[in-house]
Structures are given as C-alpha cells and as structure tokens.
C-alpha cells in the first residue's frame, strides 16, 4: 500500500539554526497538510496545499517558517531560526482531494531544539 | 471555531474486554465528519472510524464502534474484545463540510490506551 513519505525521522539542531523537513505524498494526491504535534497534544494545521497552491496557512508562524509544494508534488516545510518552542513531531498528511477524502499520514518528523 | 475534547488522558483495559473513549465537541455546523484516529508509539496515524453527522447510524469497523449522539455532540469510541495490538494514543477529529478547499482535522489532545494481558 502507498505510503506518505518523510524525511528525516529525527532531527536535532540548536536554536537559531536553520532546519528543513521534506513530503513525498501518495501519488496522485491533490492536497497535502503540514501538521505540528506538541508532545502531549493533539496535532494542529500549520499549511494546506492544494496542488502548489496554499490554502490555508493561518496558523503558520510565518516570521520564521515558510513551506513550498512547487510541482504540486512533493513538499519542504523550513524553520529559520528554530527556537526552544519548536521542538515537536512534525506530521504530513496527504488526500486525494480536499473535503471528503480521507487523510494519510507519513510517520512524522521529530525535531528537538537544544 | 470548533473545538474536540477528549477528557481522559489515559484509559487501561484488560485483554479481551471492552473500553470506552469519550469525546465531546462543539460546532455551530449542522453538517461535519467525526473521526477517531489511532497513533501507536513512534508509528504513524491511522484512521479507525469515520461518522457523517447527517447518517444517524453509528459507525461500526469490525471491533470497533461509535456512540453518536448529535444533540449532545458526543463521539465515544468502543472497542471491543481489546487486543494488546491497540494500544496507541487515540485521537477523536473534527472536519467541517463547508466546501472549498478548506477541510482541516481538528484534533483533540488524545487519550493513552493500555492494554493488559
């Protein structure tokens, strides 16, 4: 069965450094989501792609992080600086279309901020 | 804005009996999905259930069934006959059906399921 990918699983970098994750979502998937995972909590939408375009964004800290799709394809979330506040497991998701298709997550992202 | 509260942050069960998870949420929509979403450890999200608010039928996947009460706008997972293997952090979710490309899950923060031998 066709997987959501993500790389790294693990990453750890001090603060102010810059850090990048990468998606590769199940093909043929139109929109892709970004989600942000504090331990202890539920996830929360940073981005929304529809095909290369962003459709939601409201909840991304744009001083600091920015996430492009430019193929429509795969997909890089960057953190520059990182801070304490960012260490989290970062999810992404992928469906085939927006609304009434279900989500598939990759197996995330671990960031630690020293 | 909506909001999912799931008030049990951890729940233990023996192997072979049953457990109930609660979930309540808060919307002003008449029309959304619910969904139930399970994470083991270190091992990505996957999807349990899934309701339509407008089906009044609970949802039921195998082991796996719902309690769901509109009026009340509760969401409580039943899983029966529990086997070691659904341990996990399970996750209750919310998703509008307003149209447009705008759909995102709104998560609860999770209730920590062991199960016992």
């Known amino acids: 069965e066709a997987e959501v990918a993500q790389s790294p699983r693990y990453k750890i970098t001090e603060k102010s450094q810059a850090v990048a994750f990468w998606c590769d979502p199940i093909?043929?998937?139109?929109?892709l989501y970004w989600y942000r995972q504090i331990l202890g909590q539920g996830p929360e939408l940073l981005v929304q792609?529809?095909?290369?375009?962003?459709?939601?964004d409201s909840q991304l800290p744009k001083d600091r992080f920015s996430a492009e799709r430019l193929k429509g394809v795969d997909s890089t979330l960057k953190i520059q600086p990182a801070e304490l506040g960012d260490s989290a497991m970062y999810l992404c998701?992928?469906?085939?279309?927006?609304?009434?298709?279900?989500?598939?997550f990759g197996n995330g992202t671990r960031l630690t901020v020293t | 804005a909506q909001t999912v509260t799931q008030s049990q942050p951890e729940m233990s069960v023996q192997e072979a009996e049953t457990v109930t998870l609660s979930c309540t949420y808060d919307?002003?929509?008449?029309?959304?999905?619910l969904f139930w979403y399970k994470q083991p450890p270190s091992r990505q999200m996957i999807l349990v259930i899934r309701?339509?608010?407008?089906?009044?039928q609970n949802a039921t996947e195998n082991r796996f069934s719902v309690n769901f009460q509109k009026a009340a706008k509760s969401f409580s997972l039943k899983i029966s006959d529990s086997q070691l293997g659904d341990a996990a952090m399970y996750f209750c979710?919310?998703?509008?059906?307003?149209?447009?490309?705008?759909?995102?899950?709104?998560f609860g923060t999770g209730t920590r399921l062991q199960v016992f031998p």
């Open positions: 792609f529809q095909d290369e375009s962003v459709v939601d």
């Open positions: 093909s043929g998937h139109a929109t």
């Open positions: 979710a919310y998703r509008s059906v307003t149209g447009g490309n705008t759909d995102k899950l709104i």
């Open positions: 919307t002003s929509e008449s029309d959304y999905y």
């Open positions: 309701q339509e608010a407008y089906k009044q």
């Open positions: 998701a992928s469906s085939r279309t927006a609304n009434n298709s279900p989500l598939h």
